[in-house]
């Protein structure tokens, strides 16, 4: 596995950090969750090794619901969530999750080349994907 690090940030800048990707393996997810509907989540996920945040611990106002087993930090400036992190056993315990459109210096074709999974947070089986019509809203 080849990593590369990836820089990203919320919109105003207050909140950064780096991430290591390996972008022969770049897939994004999405979810029909309620809070990744209404924010239109495009992630991925990574180890908590691959991520450090460089700046705005005390900038972010965490929020949380349901099974309380993710965080939502959320810029307290302009109210980006440039990443997410949880420790979800089903999913293999401590990971992050990073905005792929907060990062800032990824290229865009490989963004746009990267295959893209659908889970079903709505119902939640985030095992399983969302069903076709529920897709055609992520």
Not at 128 to 133: I, V
């Amino acid at each position: 596995m080849t990593t590369q690090t990836y820089h990203g940030s919320c919109h105003c800048g207050q909140v950064r950090y780096e991430v290591d990707l390996d972008p022969a393996k770049l897939s994004g997810g999405k979810c029909n969750c309620s809070i990744c509907r209404k924010t239109r989540n495009w992630s991925t996920s990574v180890q908590p090794g691959a991520f450090r945040l460089l700046s705005g611990e005390g900038a972010v106002t965490d929020y949380q619901f349901g099974t309380m087993s993710m965080h939502w930090p959320f810029c307290s400036r302009c109210g980006v969530r440039s990443y997410g992190h949880g420790d979800i056993p089903e999913m293999g315990g401590a990971f992050y999750s990073v905005q792929l459109a907060c990062l800032d210096d990824i290229d865009d074709a490989l963004l746009a080349a990267a295959p893209v999974t659908t889970c079903d947070g709505k119902g939640n089986d985030w095992m399983h994907p969302a069903s076709p019509d529920q897709q055609k809203f992520l």
